[in-house]
Structure formats: C-alpha cells, structure tokens
C-alpha cells in the first residue's frame, strides 16, 4: 500500500504565501515524477508543476515565477512554495507521484486526498 499525504493547505490574504507539502509512504520501490494539481469548483483538474528525480520542474504559464516545486528524495515529499497568490489560485490542490511500488515495481500514479487553498483579497 502507497499514500500520499498532503499538509500546508489553508487562507491567505491576495499576495501573500502557503507552503504544501505531501509525502510519500508505503511499500516504495523509487518514485519517478512527483506533481501538484489543482481543482477549482465546476473545472477540471489541471496541472500546477512537476519535478522529477533529477530536479527537472515543469510549471504552468499561470503560476510561473510565483510557485516553486521542490522535492526531497530522502524523505519522499514534494512541496509547492506558492507566493504572490491571487484569488484566482483558490482550489482543492492534489498531490501526485508517479511511483513504482513494492513487491510488483509496477508503475502507479498515485493521488494525495486533496487540500483546499483559498485566496481572498
């Protein structure tokens, strides 16, 4: 069994920051990508950022140069440092890992529960 668990969701005022973290636990062989979605009321869900094991990131055109994806391999967490947030950032945000788990090493994505991110001005 793999979980993801995320943390750090909650308010903030226009411009200010929030941290997410999520960490991977379980029967783990390697975790190759790991990512953060988001998902507002009546959309879907879309991408935030991903960072793979190298360190590689990948953000979306609307949270580039205010959010940075960051992982730690040693304790199997990603984080998302979101600044200068905006109204329009409030979602539910999942966390995703594209993990190979034991005994099997057969490839899975794997989602966190969801943590709600409001923004208000």
């Known amino acids: 069994q793999v979980q993801l668990v995320e943390s750090g969701g909650g308010l903030a005022q226009t411009g200010g920051s929030l941290r997410l973290s999520c960490a991977a636990s379980?029967?783990?062989?390697?975790?190759?990508?790991m990512g953060w979605y988001r998902q507002a009321p009546g959309k879907q869900r879309e991408l935030v950022a991903t960072?793979?094991?190298?360190?590689?990131?990948n953000y979306a055109d609307s949270v580039k140069g205010r959010f940075t994806i960051s992982r730690d391999n040693a304790k199997n967490t990603v984080y998302l440092q979101m600044n200068s947030l905006k109204p329009e950032d409030t979602s539910v945000y999942y966390c995703?890992?594209?993990?190979?788990?034991?005994?099997?090493?057969?490839?899975?994505?794997?989602w966190g529960q969801g943590t709600q991110v409001t923004v208000f001005s």
């Open positions: 995703n890992a594209d993990i190979n788990a034991m005994p099997s090493r057969i490839r899975y994505m794997y």
């Open positions: 379980g029967s783990i062989f390697s975790i190759n990508a």
């Open positions: 960072i793979i094991g190298g360190g590689s990131t």
